[in-house]
C-alpha cells in the first residue's frame, strides 16, 4: 500500500509523529513530503503551491492513502491534483487554530482556521489526538462560523464531523529507561516551548516564591528556543541562578539524562493539545504536574493536577518538595506507549 504522509508545518511534536509512524507501520510504502515551520502565515495558505512547484512529479504518483496533517491546505490540493481525490484522505489534527490564544500583537488567524475546516470537510477521516482536541475545534468552528455575514446553519455539518472523528494520541516509544537512572525528587524540569502561550510568567512567579520561602529545589529549564523568548526567562535565569543545573535546549542525550533524573515536571499552559513533553518526562519517572484544564483532565489523575493558578501550584509544589508523604506515585504510562496503538494506526489506514 502506498501512502503520501504531507506536513505543511512541520514542527517538532509533527515530525516526531511522522517519523515514529514510518518507524511502526513498515509495511507501508510510505512517501513523505514537509515544510520547514516558519513564515506560518505563508505557509499554512501557500503549502499546495509550494508542493505544486517543487514536487509536481512526487504528487502526480498514484497513491491509495493520503495522510495529511491539518496544516495541509488538502481541499486546494487535491483540486490542483484531481487524482489524489480517489485516494482515502485522512487529516491529523496535533492542534486546531480555532483554540490557539491569540497573543494581544497578533491579528485573528481567519485564513489559517478556514484552511483546518476545509481541510477537515475535504478528509474522509478525521483523527484528533485528544477528545479536547476534536472538541474545542467543533465548538471553535460554530462559534466563527456564527460570524460569517449569512449565518449559515452550520451545526449539522459540524455535529456530523464530531460523531466521526477518531481520537488517536501521538503514541511514544517504550521508555529505555533502567533501574539504575536515579530520579532527584527536588528535581523541576520545564521542557517546553519558549513562547507565551506556555505560560511562563506563572511558572517562574511561583518558583520566585518558593526560592524566597526558603524551598530547596533544583530546576532544569530545557524545551526548544526562538530568536526571541518572553522576557521573564531572562529575569528567572538571574534571579534562580542558584537553583539552576541546565538552561536552554540541550543535546539529545544531555536532555534524556536530565529527563531520567528529573522529580517533578511542570505545566502553566494556556495552549495544550496533547502535551508530548510533559507525557516522555512522566514516563521517565518525573511527576507530572499540570493544569485542571486543557486536555490534562482526561489524561491526568486528580493526584498529578493543580487548579490552574498560581496560588494552587504554589501550594502542591512546595508540599511535594517538603514533605514527601505528599507526593503521588509514579505514574504508569503505558497506555501512551506504541504498543497500545500500533494496530489503530494500521487500521486508520486500511483501505
Same mark, same amino acid.
Given at each position: 500500500?502506498?501512502?503520501?504522509?504531507?506536513?505543511?508545518?512541520?514542527?517538532?511534536?509533527?515530525?516526531?509523529?511522522?517519523?515514529?509512524?514510518?518507524?511502526?507501520?513498515?509495511?507501508?510504502?510510505?512517501?513523505?513530503?514537509?515544510?520547514?515551520?516558519?513564515?506560518?502565515?505563508?505557509?499554512?495558505?501557500?503549502?499546495?503551491?509550494?508542493?505544486?512547484?517543487?514536487?509536481?512529479?512526487?504528487?502526480?504518483?498514484?497513491?491509495?492513502?493520503?495522510?495529511?496533517?491539518?496544516?495541509?491546505?488538502?481541499?486546494? $490540493?487535491?483540486?490542483?491534483?484531481?487524482?489524489?481525490? *480517489? &485516494?482515502?484522505? =485522512?487529516?491529523?489534527?496535533? !492542534?486546531?487554530?480555532? %483554540?490557539?490564544?491569540?497573543?494581544?500583537?497578533?491579528?485573528?488567524?481567519?485564513?489559517?482556521?478556514?484552511?483546518?475546516?476545509?481541510?477537515?470537510?475535504?478528509?474522509?477521516?478525521?483523527?484528533?489526538?485528544?477528545?479536547?482536541?476534536?472538541?474545542?475545534?467543533?465548538?471553535?468552528?460554530?462559534?466563527?462560523?456564527?460570524?460569517?455575514?449569512?449565518?449559515?446553519?452550520?451545526?449539522?455539518?459540524?455535529?456530523?464531523?464530531?460523531?466521526?472523528?477518531?481520537?488517536?494520541?501521538?503514541?511514544?516509544?517504550?521508555?529505555?529507561?533502567?533501574?539504575?537512572?536515579?530520579?532527584?525528587?527536588?528535581?523541576?524540569?520545564?521542557?517546553?516551548?519558549?513562547?507565551?502561550?506556555?505560560?511562563?510568567?506563572?511558572?517562574?512567579?511561583?518558583?520566585?516564591?518558593?526560592?524566597?520561602?526558603?524551598?530547596?529545589?533544583? $530546576?532544569?529549564?530545557?524545551?526548544?528556543?526562538?530568536? *526571541? &523568548?518572553?522576557? =521573564?526567562?531572562?529575569?528567572? !535565569?538571574?534571579?534562580? %541562578?542558584?537553583?539552576?543545573?541546565?538552561?536552554?535546549?540541550?543535546?539529545?542525550?544531555?536532555?534524556?539524562?536530565?529527563?531520567?533524573?528529573?522529580?517533578?515536571?511542570?505545566?502553566?499552559?494556556?495552549?495544550?493539545?496533547?502535551?508530548?513533553?510533559?507525557?516522555?518526562?512522566?514516563?521517565?519517572?518525573?511527576?507530572?504536574?499540570?493544569?485542571?484544564?486543557?486536555?490534562?483532565?482526561?489524561?491526568?489523575?486528580?493526584?498529578?493536577?493543580?487548579?490552574?493558578?498560581?496560588?494552587?501550584?504554589?501550594?502542591?509544589?512546595?508540599?511535594?518538595?517538603?514533605?514527601?508523604?505528599?507526593?503521588?506515585?509514579?505514574?504508569?504510562?503505558?497506555?501512551?506507549?506504541?504498543?497500545?496503538?500500533?494496530?489503530?494506526?494500521?487500521?486508520?489506514?486500511?483501505?
Amino acid at each position: 500500500m502506498r501512502v503520501l504522509l504531507l506536513s505543511a508545518y512541520e514542527a517538532v511534536s509533527h515530525r516526531y509523529w511522522a517519523e515514529s509512524l514510518m518507524d511502526t507501520i513498515g509495511e507501508v510504502r510510505w512517501t513523505s513530503l514537509s515544510l520547514p515551520p516558519r513564515h506560518f502565515r505563508w505557509r499554512i495558505r501557500g503549502n499546495p503551491l509550494s508542493w505544486m512547484l517543487k514536487e509536481h512529479d512526487t504528487l502526480s504518483q498514484h497513491f491509495d492513502v493520503v495522510l495529511a496533517t491539518s496544516m495541509v491546505d488538502l481541499a486546494t $490540493l487535491v483540486g490542483l491534483f484531481p487524482h489524489l481525490g *480517489q &485516494a482515502k484522505k =485522512i487529516v491529523y489534527f496535533h !492542534e486546531n487554530q480555532f %483554540a490557539y490564544p491569540e497573543s494581544s500583537d497578533q491579528m485573528p488567524q481567519v485564513e489559517a482556521k478556514m484552511v483546518n475546516l476545509y481541510t477537515a470537510l475535504a478528509a474522509d477521516s478525521v483523527v484528533f489526538n485528544s477528545a479536547y482536541n476534536r472538541d474545542s475545534f467543533i465548538d471553535g468552528a460554530r462559534a466563527f462560523l456564527k460570524k460569517m455575514p449569512e449565518n449559515l446553519p452550520a451545526v449539522k455539518p459540524l455535529e456530523a464531523l464530531r460523531s466521526r472523528a477518531q481520537v488517536l494520541p501521538v503514541p511514544i516509544p517504550v521508555s529505555n529507561k533502567t533501574s539504575r537512572d536515579a530520579t532527584m525528587p527536588h528535581r523541576i524540569v520545564w521542557n517546553h516551548r519558549w513562547e507565551y502561550d506556555k505560560n511562563p510568567d506563572d511558572f517562574f512567579a511561583v518558583l520566585f516564591a518558593l526560592s524566597d520561602a526558603g524551598v530547596s529545589f533544583e $530546576l532544569a529549564v530545557m524545551g526548544q528556543r526562538f530568536r *526571541q &523568548a518572553p522576557a =521573564i526567562f531572562a529575569e528567572a !535565569e538571574q534571579r534562580l %541562578a542558584k537553583h539552576i543545573v541546565a538552561w536552554g535546549p540541550q543535546p539529545e542525550e544531555a536532555y534524556r539524562e536530565l529527563l531520567d533524573s528529573a522529580g517533578i515536571v511542570v505545566s502553566t499552559t494556556w495552549h495544550e493539545f496533547q502535551g508530548l513533553a510533559i507525557m516522555e518526562a512522566a514516563q521517565r519517572g518525573a511527576l507530572p504536574l499540570v493544569p485542571d484544564r486543557l486536555c490534562f483532565p482526561a489524561l491526568y489523575p486528580p493526584a498529578y493536577r493543580y487548579d490552574g493558578t498560581r496560588e494552587g501550584l504554589y501550594e502542591r509544589l512546595s508540599a511535594w518538595l517538603t514533605d514527601p508523604a505528599s507526593r503521588p506515585e509514579r505514574l504508569d504510562a503505558t497506555a501512551w506507549e506504541w504498543p497500545a496503538w500500533r494496530e489503530a494506526y494500521r487500521q486508520l489506514l486500511s483501505v
